[in-house]
């Protein structure tokens, strides 16, 4: 079944960085774009950031683009959000999703906390 495993979240100061990750099983990764999310306290989840099954169409939300990046790998079968300059404000849980045959997979997420 289709698995996807975020990690890399943790504790960060003001203008730090982190890399996230997201570890697809149970499809084809490469045949499908992936997602990034967040999810702030009392707040709805929002798009962070997409790419392409190819790579080469990447889209971000404008409070991160410039500062966030998103990559992936079709043969570790991983996407990447490498964040930096980071804001309090992009505290949040982070999650992947993909679409699959109109069906929406999300990871568990992973905590992104950005305090000094």
């Known amino acids: 079944q289709v698995q996807l495993v975020e990690s890399g979240g943790g504790l960060v100061q003001p203008g730090g960085s982190l890399r996230l990750s997201c570890t697809a099983s149970?499809?084809?990764?490469?045949?499908?774009?992936m997602t990034w999310y967040r999810q702030a306290p009392g707040k709805e989840r929002e798009f962070v950031a997409v790419?392409?099954?190819?790579?080469?169409?990447?889209n971000y939300a404008d409070s991160v683009k410039g500062r966030f990046t998103i990559s992936r790998d079709n043969v570790k079968n991983t996407v990447y959000l490498q964040m930096n300059s980071l804001k309090p404000e992009d505290t949040a849980v982070y999650y992947c999703?993909?679409?699959?045959?109109?069906?929406?997979?999300w990871g568990q997420g992973t905590q992104v906390t950005v305090s000094s």
């Open positions: 999703k993909t679409f699959k045959e109109g069906i929406e997979y």
């Open positions: 149970g499809f084809t990764f490469s045949m499908y774009a």
């Open positions: 790419i392409s099954n190819s790579r080469s169409n990447t």
